[in-house]
């Protein structure tokens, strides 16, 4: 059943049996009175009990009504307070749903209207009786205020509650998009470099295969190493992604700068002569920085082999002080500067700089040229 058919029953319960309260009493009070007098204090009891079924709605317009019937029954001669406890129950009422300055109003006009009821009916039930009726009234609104900010209290948290679990899913979704970018840049990066070195020594093993068989199968040496170390990397990565016990599989190191002269032999078999110099300790550096420099100097590489073709290259990377600092740069590739707004791999390399910190920059040299130069701290924060 609903929380309002659940209400609605209440209050006609509570109107019943205030109803047939108010009645019995006054059958008592009554009972010498002449039969119209009683007949009208009757119905007038019944009414003032009765009206409690729509307290709900109507709050202050049932103490109207309540109001009302206790003028008409102390005008027929009979004392007010033997009416019952009805009124209780809607200063309780109109304490639990109106607002503190209105409830305290409407309260201050019940207990003014108690006074002069009392004062004029048949007897007064003294002074004391007064004092405990009209403290009576005011515990009723008093208990109805209570059970009002304990709502409003109840409906802030709940609301803050509903906040936080959106904030919490916002939160989710934020991981869930940041893990997605991180995992479309590592497969970007095995992919594109492995592949770009793939496709170019396929290509010349297939064109020297008739006139120099063993410039083929060099180039088809180069393609299964460079296979393996790719399906070695992608698996290394989906075992990472897969294991959610991180004691279940131990893959292998993620790659770094002291793996550089692996990378630079696969792009030098792949017909880019590089040109390389370090400085500073290189396995000093932390290892995500690691991670990161060696990914951005894999796709810079990349882009050399894939949109120059065999030219020269150069590469720089200083350890130094708190950061590293990476150059690759190849001389007279125009076709690396047509090609470079085009693609994830500037955007992925960019992203890496930026969540260590970093800066990286990317664009054409006087010479014709293209270069990318990038600074990584081993600190959160740029220094």
Do not use: C
Not at 342 to 359: D, F, I, T
Not at 364 to 374: H, N, T
């Amino acid at each position: 059943m609903a929380a309002n058919t659940w209400r609605r029953v209440l209050d006609a319960a509570l109107a019943g049996a205030a109803a047939y309260a108010a009645v019995v009493l006054t059958l008592e009070v009554a009972a010498g009175l002449p039969t119209p007098i009683r007949v009208g204090a009757l119905l007038l009891a019944a009414g003032y009990g009765a009206a409690l079924a729509f307290r709900g709605a109507w709050p202050r317009g049932v103490l109207a009504v309540q109001a009302a019937t206790a003028i008409g029954y102390v005008a027929l001669g009979l004392p007010v307070f033997m009416l019952g406890p009805a009124v209780l129950v809607t200063v309780y009422t109109i304490g639990s749903r109106l607002d503190r300055r209105a409830a305290l109003g409407t309260l201050g006009i019940a207990e003014a209207l108690l006074a002069v009821l009392l004062w004029a009916g048949p007897s007064f039930p003294g002074i004391a009786s007064w004092v405990l009726f009209s403290a009576l009234l005011a515990g009723a609104w008093f208990l109805g205020d209570i059970v009002r900010r304990w709502q409003l209290a109840a409906a802030v948290h709940s609301r803050r509650a509903a906040e936080l679990e959106q904030a919490r899913e916002e939160i989710a979704r934020l991981a869930v998009t940041a893990e997605r970018l991180r995992i479309a840049r590592e497969l970007h990066d095995v992919v594109a470099h492995s592949m770009s070195v793939i496709a170019m020594h396929a290509g010349s093993g297939r064109l020297a295969a008739a006139r120099d068989p063993a410039a083929a199968r060099k180039a088809l040496e180069v393609v299964e190493e460079s296979s393996r170390d790719a399906l070695a990397e992608m698996r290394r990565l989906v075992t990472v992604l897969r294991d959610t016990d991180e004691a279940a599989a131990v893959p292998a190191p993620a790659p770094g700068l002291l793996d550089l002269h692996r990378l630079v032999a696969e792009v030098a078999a792949a017909g880019v002569s590089v040109d390389v110099h370090t400085e500073g300790d290189l396995g000093a550096v932390p290892g995500g920085v690691s991670l990161a420099a060696y990914r951005i100097v894999q796709e810079a590489l990349t882009n050399v082999v894939r949109h120059a073709g065999p030219t020269h290259a150069r590469l720089s990377v200083v350890a130094r002080g708190d950061s590293v600092r990476l150059e690759v740069s190849n001389g007279g590739g125009r076709r690396v500067a047509a090609a470079a707004g085009r693609g994830h791999g500037l955007v992925g390399m960019r992203e890496r700089a930026a969540l260590y910190s970093g800066e990286l920059t990317a664009g054409p040299e006087p010479d014709g040229g293209w270069q990318v130069a990038g600074w990584l701290p081993y600190a959160e924060g740029p220094r």
